[in-house]
């Protein structure tokens, strides 16, 4: 399991390649307040390299951020938008949140960096941290791990992946929720988990594909929190 002060550290990373895909998709992509997503850029890295922050990046992590600013991909850029949601994990698990943020959408953008110091002295959230007991960090990636398991059938069904020949996917998601009713606080209704009382399948495509991705990065944070991997290795895929 990783330690505190790893924890605390990770999340500002995370904060800080985050913040840096909304400034590069800004500068590169944006229609108008090109100069105000540069002004955010040239702060962040000044801030990372006056706190230290850019040595607490993973090895790919490092790779990107020694890029000018507006030269990350497309790709890089999307990708690493969403470590927001793996950042929210990480600040839940040292107990700045007190609960953990809802699975179902992305909510108060703003709110999550505002609770990571970015524009000034990191040492006081780092002291700050208070790393949760591994039952409860435990419970929770259980969650998250079942979560994005829906998520990741409901991809296989859009692509058109059949499940062995007698089977369905109604059929699989039924049975697994039956096998995590004492175990995974969920919301369903026997048949798929519900959002807002919408079963998961039949939710609208922007809204579902957001919590595919904020599912993902949750149990993508909480399996490296219970690891003693490196950022760059960690896994949500089983």
């Not at 059929?171 to 929720?177: I, P």
Request: proline letters at 3%; aromatic letters at 8%.
């Amino acid at each position: 399991m990783q330690t505190q002060d790893s924890v605390a550290r990770r999340a500002a990373a995370l904060c800080l390649i985050s913040l840096r895909s909304q400034a590069d998709n800004g500068i590169s992509y944006g229609d108008s307040d090109r100069d105000r997503f540069r002004e955010l850029g040239e702060g962040l890295v000044r801030w990372a390299k006056e706190q230290g922050v850019d040595q607490w990046l993973s090895k790919e992590e490092k790779k990107l951020h020694r890029k000018a600013l507006g030269k990350w991909t497309h790709g890089e850029i999307a990708e690493r938008f969403w470590r927001i949601e793996s950042m929210k994990a990480l600040l839940w698990a040292i107990r700045v949140y007190a609960k953990m943020p809802t699975y179902h959408e992305v909510g108060d953008v703003n709110g999550a960096y505002d609770k990571v110091p970015y524009q000034g002295d990191i040492s006081p959230f780092l002291a700050a941290a208070r790393l949760r007991n591994e039952k409860e960090i435990e419970a929770e990636r259980h969650r998250a791990k079942f979560l994005n398991w829906r998520c990741r059938t409901e991809v296989l069904r859009l692509e058109g992946m059949r499940p062995p020949k007698g089977d369905s996917y109604e059929k699989v998601v039924a049975r697994a929720l039956d096998e995590i009713d004492d175990d995974i606080p969920v919301d369903h209704d026997g048949k798929d988990i519900l959002v807002d009382g919408v079963r998961f399948r039949d939710l609208d495509g922007d809204v579902k594909g957001n919590m595919m991705s904020v599912c993902y990065e949750r149990h993508l944070a909480l399996q490296w929190v219970s690891s003693e991997d490196d950022w760059d290795d960690a896994r949500a895929d089983s």
